[in-house]
């Protein structure tokens, strides 16, 4: 039997030098903000009513805000502007049907 404890002969490689301390961990980046999930979703179903295109527009910005804010932590940049965007494309949408005229109210027509 070897000195070393019988773990390799003279032709053994050394063991791995040690890991650096505290060095070269960067923590795993979080997952999607909420907020911007939320912001995505009021942004597409926006064409329902003007009420989830102004809360896409108002969790968007909410979002975009915790997001910068969390250094890299939260992802999500993207659907938040989506619903910021989209909100405000249903928002002009609907504004531009009424003062056109194209909404037609009269429900007792025949």
Same mark, same amino acid.
């Given at each position: 039997?070897?000195? %070393?404890?019988?773990? @390799?002969?003279?032709?053994?490689?050394?063991?791995?030098?040690?890991?650096?301390?505290?060095?070269?961990?960067?923590?795993?980046?979080? @997952? /999607? %903000?909420?907020?911007?999930?939320?912001?995505? &979703?009021?942004?597409?179903?926006?064409?329902? &009513?003007?009420?989830?295109?102004?809360?896409?527009?108002?969790? @968007?910005?909410?979002?975009?805000?915790?997001?910068?804010?969390?250094? @890299?932590?939260?992802?999500?940049?993207?659907?938040? +502007?989506?619903?910021?965007?989209?909100?405000?494309?249903?928002?002009?949408? +609907?504004?531009?049907?009424?003062? +056109?005229?194209?909404?037609?109210?009269?429900? /007792?027509?025949?």
């Amino acid at each position: 039997m070897s000195q %070393n404890g019988g773990s @390799g002969g003279p032709g053994a490689p050394p063991p791995p030098p040690p890991p650096p301390p505290g060095g070269g961990y960067q923590p795993a980046p979080g @997952g /999607n %903000n909420g907020m911007a999930i939320a912001a995505l &979703c009021c942004g597409i179903g926006g064409f329902l &009513c003007i009420i989830p295109a102004i809360l896409g527009i108002v969790f @968007g910005v909410i979002a975009k805000n915790q997001i910068r804010d969390s250094f @890299g932590m939260q992802r999500g940049d993207g659907m938040a +502007t989506a619903g910021i965007v989209l909100g405000i494309v249903w928002i002009a949408l +609907t504004v531009l049907l009424l003062a +056109t005229g194209s909404f037609d109210f009269d429900f /007792n027509a025949n």
